[in-house]
């Protein structure tokens, strides 16, 4: 049962333009969520994160936004960077467990 | 200072052989989490540790799977009698006592296990 979703597996963008990763959950217990970057052979790394309280959080080029209702949060990079090229996992908390229960991941591509 | 460190970084194991994984984690840090990635899939939580409570194991897949952190540090996860499908990325994964700052946890560089 996959309770956080990332339904594409890739997307690509031009460099400069707004890269949109999108991210499903279906168990309303989830109050904190997450967005990482990993690298090829590399351990993901910490993006920028957003409580269930909130609806939008903004780190410099990052901002996630979260819709509670739709169960929908989504990751904007605007302007995209060709470093930005890697796979992005959205991830999700409970008050209750102490994991965090990861989506598929997204294969971000920017190109020139 | 230093990240989450892990070995060894590659492993190749004959199917029915014991492997054992190893995680340094980033001092100061009382949670451990041990994760698995196996190929086109999220990453799945196999085990937490938090101090000195006992462990949440509810993610490991079989009784061949078992860790252990000594002294509140380092961990250790082993796998017994190894089957194909084991084969994955295992991620080590510390961070500060979930709740006190954040839920953020920070991940080693990972252990690739192939099973032969």
């Known amino acids: 049962d996959q309770q956080v979703k990332q339904n594409s597996p890739s997307l690509s963008v031009q460099e400069g333009r707004i890269s949109i990763l999108n991210c499903d959950y279906t168990n309303s217990m989830f109050d904190y969520f997450l967005w990482y970057k990993k690298y090829p052979a590399e351990g993901p790394t910490f993006l920028i994160s957003i409580s269930s309280i909130k609806d939008k959080n903004e780190d410099g080029r990052f901002t996630v936004f979260l819709n509670k209702s739709a169960k929908h949060l989504s990751l904007h990079i605007v302007p995209s960077q060709p470093g930005d090229s890697a796979v992005y996992f959205c991830a999700a908390h409970t008050g209750t467990a102490s994991k965090l229960t990861f989506g598929t991941g997204t294969r971000l591509q920017v190109t020139l | ?116």
Not at chain 2, 21 to 36: E, F, K, N, Q
Not at chain 2, 97 to 109: D, K, L, R, V
């Open chain 2, 1 to 116: 200072g230093a990240g989450v460190s892990q070995s060894p970084s590659n492993k190749v194991t004959e199917k029915g052989k014991d492997v054992e994984l190893r995680c340094d984690p980033i001092s100061g840090h009382t949670a451990l989490y041990w994760y698995r990635q196996s190929l086109g899939q999220g990453l799945e939580f196999l085990i937490y540790f938090q101090g000195n409570s006992a462990p949440d194991k509810s993610g490991l897949p079989s009784d061949r799977f078992s860790a252990e952190r000594t002294g509140g540090s380092v961990s250790t996860l082993t796998i017994q009698r190894t089957q194909q499908e084991d084969s994955a990325v295992y991620l080590c994964a510390s961070s500060l006592e979930p709740g006190i700052s954040s839920y953020e946890q920070y991940f080693g560089p990972g252990t690739r296990l192939t099973v032969t």
